[in-house]
Each structure stands twice: as structure tokens, then as C-alpha cells.
């Protein structure tokens, strides 16, 4: 998943061997290079690739050290100059393990998680109870990232992970052959891509979206103190959800009717409408059935 992997990683070996990110380059990821890398999943690149590089650049500063020590005018490239003719070797291969990550124990509710990423986020939203539509006026979301290493990566990913859940809690409908789609074929997946449900689009970013990171809060599980980024703030998006569902909670109030109903994600169009209990969806659905009628969807 998306952390801004590449730019930290050049932070990383930039702080490390004291020079200027302008002097790193990353190559394109490649089998003959790294055989059996592991997937940039579980926003745990950063912590993975970053300890790499470090432990690979130590290395390497650990060479270089004489020369500093001998040449302490030398800037960069004269000590690499120098460093090659005496035969000094500048190539490192790093290596970075999670602690612990055997000790899984779900048995006795012991997993191998060096920490937690963590966040909290409120939710503002408009709804048209003649249509189902529905607008976020505004989202505030504070995150705990450690002591950030890119806060505008890091930002940009909260924004990124959050628009991608309000995608999965309102839009991203799933439709299966079944009872009730007997036009599918059993057992047949029809909504196979964005050309069968929707997703998020500029407009329906949050008019207001606010984002902080939580301070002084180091790490010390994860390289210089910050934490994986990336997913998390998905978990942030049902602050939409619930926010949905308390406006039309509100309507139907409006309309004598404030005993408990189901709103089922992901809250569609179509589902906000037919839960916004009224006069319209009594004609409808009939009189027995508009307090609590489950739409089957978009299809």
C-alpha cells in the first residue's frame, strides 16, 4: 500500500550517510536484485525497508569511517573517490527482521504487533431525503504517526485511505447472483469493477476535511520514532457511515417514527432513500413494509 515508501527510504539513507537526498536514486524493484522481498502490505514497508537501508548504510559508514576520520574536509565526493582507489567496498546488502515476529500466539491473545497506529476522526454530512444523496461538509481526523517522518506524505495518505473507506462504507456495493439478483447467475460476482458501482470522486471529498497528526509521541518500535502509514485511516471512514445514519434517524423522528432501524453498509443511495421513511416510500412499498423495507441495491 501506498506510504510514500521510496521518498522515505532516501530520507532514511540520507540521514544516515549525511548526505544530500539529490545524490539518492531508487531503482525500479526487481526479482535479481531482492528475490523474495516481502509485499508492501499492512503499512510495515516503511518500518521493513527503512531499518533495511539503515543496517545497509551503516555498513558502509562503518568503511568509510577511517577515510572521515583522515579527510575530514572531504565532502562527499572526494571521500567516495577516495574510498575507491583504496579499494574500499561501497556496496551493502541490508537486512531488518520485525522483533518477535515468530512469538505469534493467538491461543493465548498474544500476536507479534510491535505497536499500534491509532487515530480518531468526526464526521459532519448533509443528506437530500428526496434523492439519497448525501454531501460531508466537514471531517476532522487526528492520527498518532510517532514523530512523522514526511508529514506531508503522511497527510496525503490519510486523505487518500479515508476517501478510500467512504468509498467502501457508501458506494462499493457488492452484487452476487442470488434470491434476491435471480437475473445473475448463482454464485456469479456482477460488480467486478468501477464499471459496475462507483467510487469516490472529487466531489465528494469532504468540503471542510481537516487533518492533524498527534505530537511529541515517539516510536520506539519503528525507524527514527515514526509508525507504518498507509491503511489506517480507513477505519476512520465509518464516522461517514454513522453519520448517515444519525441524519436519517433525524428524519424519520421528523416523522413519528424513532423506534431502531437497520442501515446496512455500504449506505447507497438507494439505501438512504427508501430508510428516509415517508409518505413516499409508504406508496411505494405499501404501509406494512416503509418502516423498515431493505432495498436489494443498485440493481
Known amino acids: 500500500m501506498g506510504q510514500g515508501l521510496?521518498?522515505?527510504?532516501?530520507?532514511?539513507?540520507?540521514?544516515?550517510?549525511?548526505?544530500?537526498?539529490?545524490?539518492?536514486?531508487?531503482?525500479?524493484?526487481?526479482?535479481?536484485?531482492?528475490?523474495?522481498?516481502?509485499?508492501?502490505?499492512?503499512?510495515?514497508?516503511s518500518d521493513l525497508y527503512g531499518n533495511a537501508t539503515k543496517n545497509a548504510c551503516q555498513q558502509i559508514n562503518e568503511?568509510?569511517?577511517?577515510?572521515?576520520?583522515?579527510?575530514?574536509q572531504y565532502n562527499w565526493f572526494e571521500l567516495i573517490s577516495t574510498a575507491y582507489y583504496r579499494r574500499i567496498n561501497l556496496s551493502a546488502e541490508g537486512f531488518y527482521q520485525t522483533p518477535h515476529v515468530t512469538d505469534v500466539d493467538f491461543a493465548n491473545n498474544f500476536a507479534s504487533y510491535p505497536y499500534f497506529t491509532t487515530g480518531c476522526a468526526c464526521s459532519e454530512v448533509e443528506i437530500d431525503t428526496l434523492t439519497g444523496d448525501f454531501h460531508i461538509l466537514r471531517t476532522d481526523i487526528l492520527m498518532d504517526f510517532g514523530l512523522s517522518m514526511n508529514p506531508n506524505i503522511d497527510i496525503g495518505q490519510i486523505e487518500g485511505a479515508f476517501m478510500?473507506?467512504?468509498?467502501m462504507v457508501t458506494m462499493e456495493e457488492i452484487i452476487w447472483g442470488d434470491e434476491k439478483h435471480k437475473w445473475l447467475e448463482p454464485g456469479c460476482l456482477f460488480t467486478q469493477g468501477p464499471g459496475t458501482y462507483k467510487i469516490p470522486s472529487f466531489n465528494d471529498v469532504p468540503i471542510d476535511f481537516r487533518i492533524s497528526l498527534?505530537?511529541?509521541?515517539?516510536?520506539?518500535?519503528?525507524?527514527?520514532?515514526?509508525?507504518?502509514?498507509?491503511?489506517?485511516?480507513?477505519t476512520l471512514s465509518t464516522t461517514i457511515f454513522f453519520a448517515i445514519k444519525k441524519a436519517i434517524e433525524s428524519y424519520r423522528r421528523d416523522n413519528g417514527l424513532s423506534e431502531y432501524f437497520v442501515l446496512n453498509s455500504p449506505a447507497t443511495c438507494e439505501k438512504i432513500r427508501m430508510a428516509c421513511a415517508d409518505n413516499f416510500t409508504k406508496e411505494a412499498v405499501g404501509e406494512e413494509k416503509y418502516e423498515h423495507f431493505q432495498p436489494n441495491g443498485s440493481y
Do not use: C, M, W, Y
Not at 568503511?63 to 575530514?72: A, C, H, N, S, Y
Not at 478510500?164 to 468509498?167: A, E, L, N, P, T
Open 6 to 45: 521510496h521518498v522515505k527510504t532516501i530520507q532514511v539513507a540520507s540521514e544516515i550517510l549525511q548526505i544530500d537526498i539529490n545524490l539518492i536514486r531508487i531503482n525500479e524493484i526487481a526479482t535479481d536484485k531482492i528475490p523474495n522481498a516481502s509485499s508492501t502490505a499492512g503499512s510495515a514497508s
Open 63 to 72: 568503511r568509510l569511517k577511517p577515510l572521515r576520520e583522515e579527510f575530514p
Open 164 to 167: 478510500q473507506g467512504v468509498g
Open 214 to 234: 498527534f505530537k511529541n509521541a515517539p516510536n520506539p518500535f519503528a525507524i527514527f520514532s515514526s509508525k507504518g502509514v498507509g491503511e489506517p485511516a480507513i
